[in-house]
């Protein structure tokens, strides 16, 4: 299983972008798919996950502005990010896995992870 992110990019405060997460090697319908993110100099943390069955759980501080979906006919994953803030820069990671129950969505103990993609909010 590969995970391709793609989609980061320079955006200014206020702006939206939305990051794009391919898996090939398998079917994602599979997968529980999970969006983290490191900032400079910072542990990287828990943004949004999305459940096989389309349920989403979003961290505290991306809530009402940060959406996940998935398209299972496409194997991708999409993290849609409103009104972006210079707090949300940072290099954001797709991981998935075939086994995660929800209590742990929120953890980084996924089995695969893409390469990450750049994002940054600046004016």
């Known amino acids: 299983v590969q995970l391709q992110a793609s989609g980061g990019g320079l955006v200014e405060p206020g702006g939206s972008l939305r990051l794009t997460c391919a898996l090939s090697?398998?079917?994602?319908?599979?997968?529980?798919m999970g969006w983290f993110r490191q900032a400079p100099g910072k542990d990287r943390e828990f943004v949004s996950a999305?459940?096989?069955?389309?349920?989403?759980f979003d961290a505290n501080t991306v809530k009402g502005r940060f959406t996940t979906s998935r398209d299972n006919q496409k194997n991708e994953v999409y993290l849609q990010m409103n009104t972006l803030k210079p707090d949300d820069t940072g290099v954001y990671y797709c991981?998935?896995?075939?086994?995660?129950?929800?209590?742990?969505?929120?953890?980084?103990?996924?089995?695969?992870w893409g390469q990450g993609t750049l994002v940054t909010v600046s004016s």
């Open positions: 999305i459940t096989i069955n389309g349920g989403t």
């Open positions: 090697g398998d079917t994602i319908r599979r997968y529980s």
């Open positions: 991981a998935a896995d075939p086994r995660k129950i929800v209590s742990t969505l929120t953890t980084d103990d996924y089995a695969y």
